[in-house]
Antibody
Framework: QVQLKESGPGLVQPSQTLSLTCTVS????????VSWIRQPPGKGLEWMGV???????DYNSAIKSRLSISRDTSKSQVFLKMNSLQTEDTAMYFC????????????WGQGVMVTVSS | AIVLNQSPSSIVASQGEKVTITCRAS???????LHWYQQKPGAFPKLVIY???YRASGIPSRFSGSGSGTSYSFTISRVEAEDVATYYC?????????FGSGTKLEIK
């Protein structure tokens, strides 16, 4: 069955770079797209960006200058890198399979909590 | 960016009651691109309704959706205790993909 699992550091210092990995199973990244979505504690959902099945990317313009999404199809992994972290970047970070035709999120990882603090 | 205004922000309902959540978009959206999610406390969001009115796999028939253009709604015909969650609408029409602010459903 389809599974996604996020991994990465739980604590990042302000101004540093966040690196997260989403490892997928049960699907191929060459025919499936994956988004990163985050949720600050007690708040709503924010779509960050997507890597499409063809390898192209789209980013939320609000954070585009700080964000990079890439992948290693041979390892079934999708990567998120975001620089210049601030306390407001403290959130649960999810990866989710993204339907290409009618962009929606039908399979989600459990999420990884990232706290930005010195 | 398309802003999704979701209301109400919270609902307190009795078991068996009908509840409706509204999602209004700042620009017209094709009904194919409006979706609804359920997020239970401590869990990831779960797709409930896609393309306005289609139930995702395994979703009970008490959940339904309707709408067009800029106005969409999500209904639980008879609320059950297990439906306690926050519900979000989401548009896939244009970048950035956006979510409504959420509606928290509690049971009396």
């Amino acid at each position: 069955q389809v599974q996604l699992k996020e991994s990465g550091p739980g604590l990042v210092q302000p101004s540093q770079t966040l690196s997260l990995t989403c490892t997928v199973s049960g699907l191929s990244l060459t025919s499936n797209s994956v988004s990163w979505i985050r949720q600050p504690p007690g708040k709503g959902l924010e779509w960050m960006g997507v890597i499409w099945s063809n390898g192209g990317t789209d980013y939320n313009s609000a954070i585009k200058s700080r964000l990079s999404i890439s992948r290693d199809t041979s390892k079934s992994q999708v990567f998120l890198k975001m620089n210049s972290l601030q306390t407001e970047d403290t959130a649960m970070y999810f990866c989710a399979r993204t339907d290409t035709g009618i962009p929606l999120f039908d399979y989600w990882g459990q999420g990884v909590m990232v706290t930005v603090s010195s | 960016a398309i802003v999704l205004n979701q209301s109400p922000s919270s609902i307190v309902a009795s078991q068996g009651e009908k509840v409706t959540i509204t999602c209004r978009a700042s620009s017209s959206i094709s009904s194919n691109y409006l979706h609804w999610y359920q997020q239970k406390p401590g869990a990831f969001p779960k797709l409930v309704i896609y393309s306005t009115s289609y139930r995702a796999s395994g979703i009970p028939s008490r959940f339904s959706g309707s709408g067009s253009g800029t106005s969409y709604s999500f209904t639980i015909s008879r609320v059950e205790a297990e439906d306690v969650a926050t519900y979000y609408c989401q548009q896939g029409s244009s970048n950035p993909l956006t979510f409504g602010s959420g509606t928290k459903l509690e049971i009396k």
